[in-house]
């Protein structure tokens, strides 16, 4: 009875499943050295149904996913892919039963969708422009521009923080404010910057209390030296006041929002 009950429990954890990155035309070529989530990691496949293909590799079916290596590989595959071709991308974790489920469930039913979709994103990616104060800079321009700001610092000025308590308070959230003023007037700067290189555009939310700049946007591919170039002609403007840095190509992250595969 025992021998009965193991074999089953060891022929599930070898199944498989299909990990599905993202769409892309039907020409497009995976890379045969090019290698997906899971450990060990399994080739990149094309499954392809007319004019879409999908991005997948095998993963075993009792494997859980999540780790950092998982979503770095993730968003490597679509990444690579967005700078040579259009690509609709998945949300980490999609997962269908095999290549017949993809080509099923994913591709034909929703293959004018996809295939206009693609279209709309020939020749470009996306690209993010993240930028970030330097403390001290900042706080001098508010100083420098703000009097009360100004009259605070000096309040508190060798005080104990105890006996300052409330203009510390003050202080700061009239600093916060000022920085928030700020990155909002800079954010519109830095994208008048990049002017109508940038096709479409997200400003993300800030992740840090002193982000001067964060927008995503898409672009087209072969004007990327164009946008280094304003990118960095910005940089010099701000030199010693905020640090620029531009990511991409990327696949577009913000821009899409592909149908999520629901495995059976």
């Known amino acids: 009875m025992a021998q009965q009950t193991e074999k089953p429990r060891e022929d599930t954890a070898e199944q498989t499943v299909c990990y599905v ?6 020409d497009v070529e995976t890379d045969p050295e090019a290698r997906g989530v ?24 009792d494997r859980p996913l999540g780790k950092p290596e998982d ?4 968003a490597r595959i679509l990444d690579a892919t967005s700078a040579e071709a259009p ?23 929703h293959h004018d969708e996809f295939h206009a979709a693609l279209q709309e994103l020939e020749g ?10 330097d403390e001290q800079a900042v706080l001098r321009e508010i ?12 309040e508190i000025r060798d005080k104990p923080a105890d006996a300052t308590r409330n203009e510390r308070i003050a202080l700061g959230e009239l600093i916060n404010n000022a920085i928030a003023a700020k990155r909002e007037a800079d954010t519109q700067h830095a994208l008048d910057a990049l002017g109508e290189l940038a096709t479409t555009v997200n ?29 960095g ?21 913000d821009f899409v929002v592909t149908q999520q595969p629901q495995q059976e």
Do not use: C, M
């Open 21 to 26: 990155y993202g769409i892309v035309p039907a």
């Open 38 to 61: 899971g450990d060990p990691p399994s080739p990149i496949e094309a499954v392809r149904h007319g004019e879409l293909a999908a991005l997948v590799s095998e993963i075993r079916a």
């Open 71 to 74: 979503l770095a590989a993730h």
């Open 87 to 109: 690509v609709l991308p998945l949300r980490f974790g999609a997962v269908l039963t095999g290549s017949e489920a993809v080509e099923r469930e994913l591709l034909a039913e």
């Open 124 to 133: 470009k990616a996306e690209y993010v422009l993240k930028g970030r104060y």
């Open 143 to 154: 100083v420098t521009e703000n009097e009360e700001a100004a009259q605070l610092r000096e």
């Open 203 to 231: 400003v993300r939310e800030p992740t840090h209390e002193e982000d001067a700049v964060h927008v995503a946007f898409l672009a087209e591919v072969a004007a990327q030296q164009d946008l280094e170039q304003a990118v």
């Open 233 to 253: 002609e910005l940089a010099g403007e701000w030199r010693d006041r905020v640090e620029l840095r531009l990511l991409g190509p990327l696949a577009p992250y």
